[in-house]
């Protein structure tokens, strides 16, 4: 894969692997109310078809419980280019996951049992994808030499969201921040690495209290020249996202601010930041257009509850995607 941008434009289809864990979500808002529905990977695999063209085919590899199977097929069934072929049912509880919002942004997680890591069998079947998107929804979703022998063998654009492999889980089930022991084999499988602010704090095992200490972490992220990572996201909550990219053999920053919108719901905006950074990225090569896009989407995404609300911004994700929304 060429730093260059996207390298099979050609094809008749395109193939896009979506890989991570499906949760059964109850959010409960800041300011009252409660939101339950199918969250995790739910958010990225119907932003992707709502972005994708139509020559892109996705694909979700993940584990459901038996639970929650027949919600969440039905919910593929609504979007022709989505296949089930490898969603892989258990049968057990699904993950239940309980977002407490203690202000617009931040809040706490609990959890129950992560459902048993995807092994390298499980990812074999999406080897020949153009793109990857490993989401880490519980932190458990894919085992780290699966991830690594996948990275080896595959020609995909890999696009990995750390998220929660910077979440231990306590005995309550409560999720807190830690540094991974392994966090450095991780961040050098993708070619294109997001995280969020906190997570990046994680990382840094201590406060980056401006941007410019964000840009020297994110740089320091990057590979060397022609080596993974060469993009680096950090989503800042309504203040948009830092980019850090290499171009033209340097090292580059830039901050670039958020999409202004009235937001009711902000659970899944990292998962929308992703889609919509791939859907431009592949189209342009330009890192800058598609952060500048995907803050778009992620913005679009905090104006509905949920992930079950997510077509109602079909018709919107289609003026964007034509440049028709300011």
């Known amino acids: 894969m060429h730093q260059s941008g996207p390298a099979d ?28 529905g199918l969250g995790g990977l739910t958010y990225t695999i119907v932003q992707m078809a709502l972005l994708a063209p139509e020559d892109w085919q996705i694909f979700p590899v993940c584990r459901v419980g038996s639970d929650i199977a027949d919600r969440f097929f039905e919910l593929l069934d609504q979007f022709p280019n989505v296949h089930p072929d490898h969603v892989l049912v258990e049968e057990r509880e699904n ?10 942004s931040e809040r706490k997680e609990y959890t129950t049992e992560p459902m048993p890591a995807l092994t390298y069998e499980d990812l074999r079947p999406v080897l020949d994808a153009s793109i990857a998107l490993v989401n880490f929804i519980t932190g458990a979703d894919v085992d780290l030499p699966a991830l ?36 450095r084999r991780f961040v050098r499988l993708p070619h294109v690495l997001q995280m969020n602010e906190r997570e990046a704090e994680c990382l840094a095992q201590k406060e ?5 200490a964000l840009a020297t972490l994110g740089l320091d992220l990057l590979g060397d020249i ?4 060469f993009v680096v996201n950090i989503t800042l909550d309504g203040e948009g996202s830092l980019l850090c990219w290499q171009d033209d053999e340097k090292a580059r920053w830039q901050h670039i601010p958020p999409h202004q919108v009235h937001a009711v719901d902000p659970t899944g905006c990292g998962d929308s930041f992703a889609a919509g950074f791939i859907r431009k990225y592949w189209e342009t090569g330009d890192p800058l257009s598609a952060a500048k896009f995907a803050n778009l989407v992620a913005g679009l995404k905090c104006t509905v509850h949920g992930a079950d609300n997510l077509t109602e911004l079909r018709p919107l994700m289609r003026s964007a995607i034509e440049g028709n929304v300011n």
Request: proline share 5%; no cysteine; charged share 30%.
């Open 148 to 183: 690594e022998h996948f990275s080896n063998e595959s020609d995909a654009l890999l696009y990995m969201d750390f998220h929660s492999l910077a979440l231990g889980i306590g005995e309550d089930g409560l999720r807190y921040y830690r540094r991974p022991k392994d966090w």
């Open 208 to 212: 980056l209290r401006d941007i410019q």
């Open 226 to 229: 022609g080596e993974r990572p």
């Open 9 to 36: 434009l050609h094809r008749t289809e395109l193939k896009v692997a979506i890989i991570g864990s499906v949760v059964n979500d109850r959010i409960l808002p800041f300011g009252g109310g409660e939101i339950r």
């Open 95 to 104: 993950t239940r996951v309980t977002l407490v919002y203690e202000s617009p």
